[in-house]
């Protein structure tokens, strides 16, 4: 076998890697757990802000050492394999930058009625249709105004040099087209920032095209109100004059003092274990203890390990540890540390920190604010225009311009600050402050400072979000609480685990040593899927369990292809050897292009998908790849060091109850295909009558809902409760932690078209009556009053489903170009358009089959719901079904290149036959492990696993009865077509 050293160095060394990178989740989980212990109480109620609390503290602690090198639990976080919000938890937020106020903010927040009346009119109309807002303006705009030019609003001052009174609206509408996208940009880059600076372990932040949207996801993340403080806050940016430290170096000396003093009196305790670290990293316990210890006098408190003031260097400023941060935070914030310090002096930390030494450092710069005053000197109001340049040396630098009035500000700020610094500060975040050269007498300045590329285009982005402002607001948010995660990532993870090992049996049954080749690849397969998703910071979704379930049918496909090709070669009377070798080589074609063609459908979704569908791709794209390599050349090798005795090796391909099985098949499928077809139609037209007709049951995510907070006076399990109120109510049921397990949101898509008073009076009511028949706890009006078996609702409010209607947007694009791009390989692999078209219908006719098989089960009792999860299912049906159609479409080319074209039906019939042995065994071991996942994944999955069971199965039955057969009838017209010319022209 050639390459088979390359072959064996790749293996060793991606298993290596997969190995390393895996490692860091095994630590992070340990980690997690002690925080989760920390913050569970005497009646087992998890506080998840005490939790965070827990990891926070140990966010720059050192928790894992790999051969000496240690790591801090923010990089075992930031390489570990993440979990999205729906196995692990967190929050998921949607947010709306405003293209009102840009509009209003271009026109110098004009009075103009008309103009107002067009504003608001746009407004009213967002509501209802996807078209871009500034479209919807101009045509209201052209209702109101009539013969009223845009540049009678638009022409101001600060428009100067881009808006006149000979502009034309179409290059106003451009204008503010730009700056709307703009803005969109500016305000992504600060949402970034922000999250990057928040810690949480693989964010998500993309925006969603032609959209005002930006989507974020933040895994793990178990403090709501934190994020949504994070994410709403008004960015405001400022430029502030720096003190210097002889300024206020007595003052800090004073605090010192103030502090010593303190800390001698104070008698610390011992860490007794690992509840007690958050309370006791912070510098006072620190400072106390080395008192206490007599290792510490007033001196080396103020320049020793873990200083206050840390005076590195006169001119620089204060430079401290970033760990040390939070609990200078803490000393500031003091009402009698405030006292000593100046009054007009506001401290600010830099945004980044700097290694140095092996550690990671951060400035605190002293602002000088005035009477403690909000009102910077110059504020980013005043800028224009910013863009990445670079300096005298060729450094990155930003560049920036401003208006009138921002030009003669500037110009004595710095005159007057000559020598100093001026600090470019963003939500309280000091971005830069460099050192004035000299004045500056126009708007045009250059900032320098330590940047790359990408930080100096990503401050003059946050430079330029002062030139207009783009509120922001939370459209839809869903959390998602760890009790949730757990429960479906173990059921999940343990029906995989049922079903695989049922999977091996039968391979091991059916395959004898070949089987045990087989489960190896598997077993490779699903390896580096999850080292390669750790190694890439890509996060595993119950979608991206669908991808690996399609990956486990295609790598046990690949080798049953290259099995059956092998024993087809020895009863052709061929040695082992030569066997092994045709068998590979004539599987290659086949498995190149099943694999191929749904490689390309994961990479389109991938590009144009949204939420599940992205996730779902990503790990389609990994698990082909790797399921790819794993059963075609780790086999391989495996396979040749088995056989290195020649034909005296006992390596076997069959036991003995399956040497002969499905090899003389001779079953006329395709004279039942006019059956087949009406069976296929009837049943469709009938599941989508009744999906129409009684309708599906839409998830609340596709819906939208009223949501209710409601706490327990104990812990109760989530998917329980939403098992329970799915009777309860005609809607959907969705339920989730909410900041502790025994805090529940349910939301109910129940009476969701209708919004008054009386119908939320209604749901509510029902709310509390299901709550009550499930649980058998009993409703108490006041919260405060919970004692045992009681509940309170606290909060509500109605949620949209706008994501929703994103998703399904983008996802029905992105299945139809992948379409386009099936049929257009397939053309181009097998040279005629009948064998495209034929596989196209069959996937149609497996997603409609697919949905209306959910109708029919709806209308029969069951409560299957048609949410996002179920997308990921249909498309992993989609990759399923091509997969099976290439395979026997390959057949049918290899007889036809052997056979030509007589016999056509014939010579069809055969190759499904010929294929039949590997059609079954793929499709039975798939449909084990979705088998098992139906019966024990849990009340989560069930709707998940019931979609997939549906999917291989109708997947099997189309590339038999409809791919197959259609391509016959395409091609008996095609050549009666040519036979009819061919006799008109010997005639």
């Not at 746009?122 to 919807?136: H, S, Y």
Request: aromatic residues 8%; charged residues 20%.
């Amino acid at each position: 076998m050639r390459n088979k050293g390359v072959i064996v160095f790749l293996t060793v060394i991606i298993t290596g890697l997969c190995l390393y990178y895996l490692s860091f989740t095994l630590v992070s989980n340990r980690v997690q757990e002690k925080a989760t212990l920390y913050a569970t109480d005497e009646s087992g109620n998890v506080d998840f802000a005490r939790r965070q609390t827990y990891l926070d503290s140990v966010w720059r602690e050192p928790v894992y050492n790999f051969l000496g090198i240690p790591f801090t639990y923010q990089e075992v976080k930031n390489t570990e394999l993440g979990l999205g919000l729906d196995l692990q938890g967190g929050m998921h937020v949607t947010l709306e930058v405003s293209p009102v106020e840009i509009v209003r903010g271009l026109s110098g927040n004009s009075k103009d009625p008309v103009f107002n009346q067009a504003v608001e009119t746009a407004q009213e109309r967002a509501k209802t249709t996807n078209d871009k807002f500034v479209n919807l303006f101009y045509q209201a705009w052209k209702e109101k105004a009539g013969d009223k030019r845009l540049n009678t609003i638009f022409a101001t001052a600060a428009n100067r040099g881009r808006i006149s009174l000979e502009s034309s609206d179409s290059a106003i509408l451009s204008i503010i087209d730009d700056e709307v996208e703009n803005a969109i940009d500016r305000s992504f880059n600060i949402l970034r920032t922000r999250i990057d600076r928040f810690g949480t372990s693989q964010p998500n932040i993309q925006r969603i095209q032609n959209t005002g949207r930006i989507q974020i996801e933040l895994p793990g993340v178990d403090n709501p109100e934190r994020v949504r403080n994070l994410l709403q806050g008004v960015a405001k940016l400022q430029f502030w004059e720096v003190a210097e430290i002889n300024e206020f170096g007595d003052a800090l000396q004073n605090v010192n003092a103030l502090l010593v003093e303190e800390a001698k009196a104070k008698k610390p305790s011992p860490v007794e274990d690992d509840k007690a670290l958050a309370d006791t990293t912070d510098l006072e316990s620190d400072l106390a203890r080395k008192l206490a210890e007599g290792t510490a006098d007033d001196d080396s408190l103020g320049l020793g390990v873990s200083p206050l003031f840390s005076l590195l260097k006169a001119n620089y400023g204060l430079v401290y540890e970033v760990r040390d941060t939070l609990a200078i935070n803490r000393i500031m914030n003091r009402e009698d540390v405030k006292s000593v310090l100046p009054r007009d002096i506001r401290f600010l930390w830099s945004v980044k920190p700097q290694k140095s030494d092996n550690m990671e450092l951060l400035e605190l710069h002293a602002i000088k604010a005035p009477r403690g005053t909000d009102q910077a000197p110059l504020e980013g109001d005043v800028i224009t225009d910013a863009r990445q340049s670079y300096d005298q040396s060729s450094r990155p630098a930003v560049s920036m311009q401003m208006n009138a009035e921002g030009a003669r500000r500037w110009r004595k700020l710095t005159s007057e600050n000559i020598g100093n610094r001026i600090a470019v500060v963003l939500d309280d975040y000091v971005y830069t402050a460099p050192v004035v050269q000299g004045e500056i007498p126009s708007g045009q300045s250059e900032i320098t400072g330590n940047f790359s590329i990408e930080e100096a285009k990503d401050l003059a982005n946050i430079l330029k979000s002062g030139t207009l402002p783009a509120p922001t607001r939370i459209v839809e948010e869903a959390i998602v609480g760890p009790t949730l995660g757990v429960e479906a990532s173990k059921q999940g993870i343990n029906s995989m685990i049922a079903g695989l090992a049922l999977v091996v049996l039968f391979m091991v049954a059916y395959y004898a040593k070949g089987g045990f080749v087989a489960i190896a690849a598997l077993l490779f397969n699903i390896f580096f899927i999850l080292g390669i998703l750790a190694q890439l910071g890509a996060a595993l979704t119950l979608p991206g369990i669908a991808g690996i379930v399609l990956t486990i049918g295609m790598s046990i496909d690949a080798n049953v292809l290259i099995f059956e090709r092998i024993k087809e070669e020895i009863r052709n009377g061929s040695g082992l050897l030569q066997a092994i070798s045709s068998g590979y080589n004539k599987a290659f074609s086949a498995i190149l292009d099943s694999n191929v063609t749904t490689f390309l459908t994961g990479a389109i979704l991938y590009a144009l998908g949204q939420g599940p569908v992205k996730g779902f791709a990503i790990v389609l794209m990994i698990g082909i790849a790797s399921s790819f390599f794993s059963a075609v050349f780790i086999t391989r090798v495996i396979v040749y060091w088995m056989s290195k005795k020649g034909d005296k090796s006992k390596l076997s391909f069959s036991t003995p109850f399956a040497r002969d099985l499905l090899t003389s098949l001779n079953i006329d499928f395709l004279s039942k295909r006019k059956v087949a077809y009406l069976i296929s139609t009837s049943i469709i037209i009938v599941g989508l009558i009744i999906g129409l007709t009684s309708g599906l049951k839409f998830g609340v995510d596709f819906t939208g809902g009223r949501y209710y907070i409601v706490e327990f006076s104990e812990a109760v399990p989530a998917s329980d409760l939403k098992v329970g109120l799915d009777g309860e109510f005609d809607g959907a049921v969705e339920v989730k932690t909410y900041g502790a397990n025994n805090i529940l949101k349910v939301t109910t898509s129940y009476l969701i078209n209708e919004d008054s008073d009386e119908a939320n009076r209604e749901v509510e009511t029902r709310v509390r009556e299901g709550i009550a028949a499930v649980t058998g706890f009993s409703y108490l009006q006041d919260a405060t009053q919970l004692s045992g078996g009681d509940f309170s609702i606290t909060g509500s409010n109605k949620v949209g489903a706008t994501v929703a209607d994103d998703i399904k947007k983008s996802s029905l694009e992105a299945m139809f170009f992948a379409l386009v791009a099936i049929f257009l390989y397939i053309l181009l692999r097998f040279r005629k358009w009948q064998f495209s078209l034929a596989s196209i219908i069959a996937l149609v006719h497996d997603t409609f089959f697919v949905i209306a098989a959910f109708s029919i089960a709806s209308a029969l009792g069951a409560t299957f719901e048609i949410d996002q999860v179920f997308i990921a299912a249909v498309l992993t049906v989609i990759g399923y079904s091509i997969n099976d159609t290439v395979i026997v479409f390959d057949r049918i080319r290899e007889n036809i290149s052997n056979r030509g074209t007589n016999r056509l039906v014939q010579m069809f019939n055969d190759a499904i036959n010929q294929t039949m042995a590997r059609t079954l065994i793929t499709s039975a071991t798939t449909l084990i492990v979705v088998l098992v996942l139906l019966i024990f994944g849990g009340e989560v999955l069930r709707g998940f696993s019931f979609a997939l069971l549906i999917g291989v199965l109708v997947g099997t039955y189309s590339s038999i009865y409809i791919a197959t057969p259609i391509v016959v009838d395409l091609m008996k017209k095609e050549l009666a077509g040519e036979a009819k010319e061919q006799t008109k022209k010997v005639a």
